[in-house]
């Protein structure tokens, strides 16, 4: 019962503002608590995670002093700051939101005690004024690589341009509305609220200029608006926006140190180009969507919409990563997409948030394309299947030697700087939130997975389950039970993939028309529908007992770049499905960089059950180059998400074309 509760909390605390606001998202997501994974791909990928990943990073915070910082800095022990980083603090605020988030999914009372620990030590750490940053407290500038992210003798909240004393505070806030709604515990909240006015009184009435360095604080002050209903936490939010950009560009766009690195170039609206740091863009992004739904704001809305035409058609990788630039873990100039991509964990993680809002804004499913695209390859991939070893930068090419992943040639079991860790441990156990969405009398069906579905249409509640093997099959099934008739329209994604459309924009095309269509039928019946906006329209009175089947051809395609895109001349890629496929040396003779595909010939699927916990792997035919000349091989391609778990080999995704 206590658990029905919270959810309900949730939903309630989560869009009560939708009454009180002249404007919010007009499409409403159905929230991942209404949304009970039942199995496949991600039901795996969600035991995982909850059993064994975020166990893990808390082990890892302790082991690295995250959390002894807090006891420290509360006062609770003595000892000094350890971290390489100050802002190490927002690594345990990640994973107790996700540790929340696990707790809304399933009851787990040794976890919830042991977040109630871990919440004694931050509300002990935590100054008689609410402010809260372990390495200012603990006075960590000898400790910290960056001294801007850690100890400032003149004073908190100085030089806030590259400092994360921000940046940290947005992810407790976040964390914080997480485990109020998971437990109805206000402890947290009330540290988060304290801090969040500490902020407010500084940069509202005593006049302190700063405001993020690295963007996330205006996400988590807007859910702390919205769970509060204290409208002050969403303007300053805005706030902390608009004093961007009221300084002169200096230096190249590329510049660590140039404004442009913390999207500081410009006024957020004037902002038409993806430049600098890629994770602290596309968070700001989508914060700036959420003030333009909450606020009615079209200078907001006509910004990200030209940024978002910016990335899809000139900077984003065919996995959906973002960030080209090492140095910057960023934006480098359009169509710059080497595939020793940098493609940060992180910002994968930042491109299905904003993706999933302009959704919510414009109901397009294009934004569900590339949310799906990077979901199941640049995003996924970060993750081991065990669910303990990582993927901070997600490369296109390997050649079996570079230590790519921060000092290590794979994947790696944590990093000084883990946010990547940390965010997927929040995000994973909320991945069904992004299956379904409503509006009026229109349920959108958005991503295919197993689960059971429980939502509002036209007042009346209406349960969907759906069965399916993808990613690896097109069969998906959808079975209704309600209490009585009830007239809605059934919205169902049509991928673009499945449309010869490789992605919404000509970055990437596929080299072939296929004449393949998607087959719906209702209660067994072929129906003839309408697409509006991406969606087959399906417009019934349904009861209990109503099926529908989706069947989406899954046809093993090869894509191309835009020919502007130099690493990728005379090369091209294999997509089945939503899914990229790579080649690693271990399948292939030892042979990956050297392969190129014969197109002529067809690819075959198959599904290995044993394989890599089960995956669908291609084979065909192509060449090797050898002393000799061409040598004819046997290839086979694995998807990309799971490269990189057996022996340490070179891989590729783009091979070279007869």
């Known amino acids: 019962m206590k658990k029905v509760l919270c959810m309900a909390c949730w939903l309630l605390a989560f869009y009560a503002n939708a009454q009180k606001l002249s404007y919010d998202y007009p499409i409403k997501p159905i929230d991942f608590t209404k949304v009970k994974v039942t199995g496949g791909f991600w039901k795996s990928r969600l035991d995982t995670v909850e059993n064994k990943t975020i166990p893990y990073a808390f082990q890892k915070c302790e082991e690295t002093g995250r959390i002894n910082n807090f006891i420290f800095a509360g006062g609770l022990k003595e000892g000094k700051f350890k971290g ?8 345990v605020y990640k994973i107790i939101e996700g540790a929340s988030y696990s707790l809304m999914n399933e009851r787990n009372p040794k976890l919830d005690a042991y977040l109630d620990k871990v919440i004694s030590y931050i509300d002990a750490a935590q100054e008689d004024d609410g402010y809260l940053y372990t390495a200012w407290t603990l006075k960590a500038n000898d400790y910290n690589k960056f001294q801007c992210c850690s100890y400032d003798p003149k004073g908190r909240f100085l030089g806030e341009k590259m400092s994360h004393e921000f940046y940290d505070a947005g992810h407790m806030y976040e964390a914080a509305v997480a485990h109020y709604v998971a437990t109805g515990k206000k402890t947290f909240l009330n540290i988060a609220t304290k801090n969040a006015d500490l902020i407010y009184d500084l940069c509202v009435n005593k006049g302190l200029q700063s405001y993020s360095g690295h963007q996330e604080i205006e996400l988590g002050l807007i859910k702390l608006f919205r769970v509060t209903n204290n409208k002050k936490y969403l303007d300053l939010a805005k706030l902390l926006l608009e004093r961007r950009g009221h300084q002169p560009l200096t230096g190249k766009k590329t510049d660590f140190d140039s404004p442009a690195y913390s999207q500081d170039h410009l006024p957020v609206t004037q902002q038409d180009e993806a430049v600098g740091h890629s994770v602290r863009a596309v968070y700001m992004y989508a914060a700036m969507a959420d003030i333009a739904a909450i606020t009615g704001d079209k200078a907001y809305l006509k910004a990200i919409d030209k940024l978002w035409e910016d990335i899809v058609s000139k900077k984003m990788y065919v996995t959906g990563g973002l960030g080209a630039a090492h140095g910057i873990e960023g934006f480098d100039v359009a169509y710059a997409l080497p595939n020793d991509a940098y493609a940060e964990t992180c910002a994968a993680i930042a491109n299905v948030y904003w993706n999933h809002r302009m959704f919510l804004l414009h109901g397009e499913s294009k934004y569900m394309d590339v949310l799906e695209r990077t979901l199941y390859n640049g995003l996924m991939s970060g993750l081991s299947l065990e669910g303990d070893k990582f993927f901070y930068p997600n490369p296109l090419v390997f050649d079996g030697k570079e230590k790519f992943n921060q000092g290590a040639t794979c994947r790696s079991p944590w990093f000084d700087c883990s946010c990547c860790p940390s965010n997927l441990s929040r995000f994973v156990p909320s991945v069904s939130g992004y299956v379904y969405a409503v509006k009026d009398n229109s349920i959108f069906v958005n991503l295919f997975m197993n689960s059971e579905a429980t939502l509002a249409v036209n007042n009346q509640t209406i349960q969907l389950a759906q069965t399916t093997n993808y990613p690896w099959s097109g069969e998906v099934n959808l079975s209704v039970k309600t209490s009585k008739l009830t007239p809605a329209t059934l919205r169902i994604r049509i991928p673009g993939w499945s449309q010869n459309e490789a992605v919404p924009s000509d970055l990437y095309y596929f080299n072939a028309t296929s004449s393949a269509k998607t087959i ?54 294999v997509q089945r499905g939503p899914m990229l496929f790579c080649v690693e040396a271990q399948d292939n003779d030892n042979h990956a960089l050297d392969i190129s595909l014969n197109e002529q010939a067809p690819l075959t699927a198959e599904y290995q059950k044993d394989l890599l916990n089960g995956v669908t792997v291609l084979k065909g035919k192509g060449w090797i180059n050898t002393n000799e000349g061409k040598q004819e091989v046997l290839i086979q391609m694995v998807p990309y998400v799971v490269w990189g778990h057996r022996e340490i080999k070179p891989m590729a995704v783009w091979l070279g074309k007869n």
């Open 84 to 91: 390489s980083f100050g802002f190490d603090d927002s690594d």
């Open 520 to 573: 719906i039928k209702l209660n067994g019946k072929a129906v003839t529908y309408k697409i509006e906006n991406g969606y087959a329209l399906i417009n019934h009175a349904w009861k209990s007992g109503d099926k529908v089947s989706i069947s989406f051809p899954m046809e093993n395609k090869t894509l191309t770049s835009n020919a502007n895109i130099k690493a990728n001349a005379n090369k091209v890629a």
